[in-house]
Nanobody, 115 residues
């Protein structure tokens, strides 16, 4: 079955950290461009961070210096380490796997940053 499944979301205080994981199955993971997106009610889903199959990364300006995306091809997993979290980081976070015209989305994991 082709799917990506996110985990690791939760409630955290401002300044705290979380690590999101996304495990892919049914695909040749190492070939895929992997990304993390986030979405809040009433807004469009937006890119947070992405990593190519060669390991090149890019980040939204709002998370640069705080978030780090990485991948472990042996485990078919992509990670998002989120540090110094802010209330404005509160959102549903979605994993995406992309190869040419093929896009695979997970169901998302909720991150809430609140005191």
């Amino acid at each position: 079955q082709v799917q990506v499944v996110e985990s690791g979301g939760g409630l955290v205080q401002p300044g705290g950290s979380l690590r999101l994981s996304c495990v892919a199955s049914g695909i040749q993971f190492s070939n895929y461009y992997m990304g993390w997106y986030r979405q809040t009610p009433g807004k469009e889903r937006a890119l947070v961070a992405a990593i190519s199959n060669s390991g090149s990364t890019n980040y939204a300006d709002s998370v640069k210096g705080r978030f780090t995306i990485s991948r472990d091809n042996a485990k078919n997993t992509v990670f998002l380490q989120m540090n110094n979290l802010k209330p404005e980081d509160t959102a549903a976070y979605f994993c995406n796997a992309r190869l040419f015209t093929r896009n695979i989305w997970g169901r998302g994991t909720q991150v809430t940053v609140s005191s």
